[in-house]
């Protein structure tokens, strides 16, 4: 049994690549999994698509440059974790134990088995995120998905399902607006 779940992405605020590309997906959830899959549809060629990184693998910091973002937590639970996946094949899953306080890598998780796939105006990447020694499949789970892109002259523009204060704040758990209800087996 799986649930499913799409989304559109917004930007925060209007920019050159904001203008010429529309971000969307969808997210599911299975049994010690989660399924992410974004979609970015427009034009391609004004997005720095591989940051500065030569390296794949666990990598710091991704959101300086473009990469797609997901938060999960139990409702009622302070804790958190955060979900980053490059284009280029980086990657890092962190854990919160409230807004924005005790960060560190999660290292109760393998690599996320990740797809890239690039065509003429649309780019694709379809992750599988390993999650079952984080949260018991039973549990419901409140997710926000959102994207940091990066354009080829620089400029960082965010995008989200929902912007709820005066900056981009990702971490804002009001913004943790979808809801996956725990798988049963």
Not at 88 to 95: A, T
Request: hydrophobic share 40%; proline share 4%; glycine share 8%.
């Amino acid at each position: 049994m799986s649930s499913l779940q799409e989304f559109k992405l917004y930007p925060f605020a209007a920019g050159s690549v904001t203008e010429t590309i529309s971000i969307s997906g969808s997210i599911a959830r299975q049994s010690g999994a989660l399924h992410a899959a974004f979609e970015v549809q427009g034009g391609l060629e004004w997005v720095n698509w591989l940051g500065t990184s030569r390296s794949t693998g666990r990598c710091q910091e991704l959101w300086r440059h473009t990469c797609f973002e997901l938060f999960f937590a139990i409702p009622g639970d302070p804790a958190y974790w955060e979900v980053n996946l490059s284009p280029n094949g980086c990657w890092n899953i962190y854990r919160f134990t409230g807004y924005r306080t005790g960060m560190r890598e999660e290292a109760e998780v393998d690599p996320p088995v990740c797809h890239v796939a690039a065509d003429g105006a649309l780019f694709s990447l379809g992750c599988a995120i390993d999650c079952q020694a984080l949260v018991d499949d039973s549990a419901d789970l409140e997710l926000a998905v959102s994207s940091v892109i990066q354009d080829t002259r620089g400029s960082i523009s965010y995008w989200a399902i929902d912007h709820l204060g005066p900056e981009p704040d990702f971490h804002n758990r009001a913004s943790f607006s979808m809801v996956l209800s725990g798988v049963h087996k």
